[in-house]
């Protein structure tokens, strides 16, 4: 069975810090990787994803995040934070081959400071 | 276009109760999920729809739990009778068909589910 590991519980940084996340799974065939974003009041949505291509991924709100295939993780990162990031942030997997249902870390609670 | 919806927001029901949950997903979207969320755990796959049909089950705890999606449209999920160790953020998502395995789940806001 697929596991996902988040590094962190919680973060706390003031706004222009950087920000990484780590995020490593452990599974033996392909896998899709998404990060998920849930936003005070909000429902979780999707950051960003990777199927499959160039392992560097771009998402939304300057968000990118890197697959790293050898160590089996999938870090996101933000050179500079706002306040409005302040949100919780989960990893997860999908296997190719089987459904799609996703695998979900434990998330990583971020407060970004004015 | 409406997102994912999901009714009721919270629910607060006594251990031995009945509960239903409903999930509206985006229409035209074949493939249903529910997930759970147990206080300080990960969100966890409980099963999936493809249209009314049942995919993958293997994610529900037991069989208090009961989800249905009649039609093809809406899914209800049941809990009888709860458990305190039901208690949670029930989310629902929903996906278009599969390409190639491709498949990105939108969510909806989710159901609080507290059992006293």
């Known amino acids: 069975a697929q596991s996902v590991s988040q590094h962190n519980h919680h973060v706390i940084l003031s706004e222009a810090a950087s920000l990484e996340l780590g995020c490593n799974y452990s599974y033996g065939g392909t896998v899709n990787l998404f990060w998920y974003v849930q936003y005070p009041g909000q429902h979780l949505q999707l950051l960003l994803k990777?199927?499959?291509?160039?392992?560097l991924v771009k998402g939304i709100k300057g968000f990118e995040a890197e697959f790293i295939k050898s160590k089996f993780s999938f870090n996101l990162r933000k050179p500079s934070v706002q306040w409005s990031d302040t949100a919780e942030y989960f990893c997860a997997v999908s296997p190719k081959a089987a459904g799609n249902k996703l695998t979900f870390g434990g998330g990583t609670r971020v407060l970004v400071k004015p | 276009e409406a997102g994912v919806t999901q009714f009721p927001s919270h629910s607060v029901i006594e251990k031995g109760q009945t509960v239903t949950l409903r999930c509206d997903p985006i229409s035209g979207h074949d493939n249903l999920y529910w997930y759970r969320r147990v206080m300080g755990k990960e969100i966890k796959f409980l099963l999936h729809?493809?249209?009314?049909?049942?995919?993958?089950e293997s994610g529900m705890p037991n069989n208090r739990f009961l989800a249905e999606r009649t039609g093809g449209t809406y899914s209800t999920l049941k809990v009888q009778p709860a458990e305190l160790e039901d208690s949670g953020v029930y989310f629902c998502?929903?996906?278009?068909?599969?390409?190639?395995?491709?498949?990105?789940?939108?969510f909806g806001p989710g159901t609080r589910l507290t059992v006293l």
């Open positions: 990777y199927f499959s291509g160039d392992p």
């Open positions: 729809f493809v249209k009314e049909s049942k995919q993958d």
């Open positions: 998502a929903s996906s278009q068909g599969f390409s190639g395995g491709r498949n990105e789940q939108f």
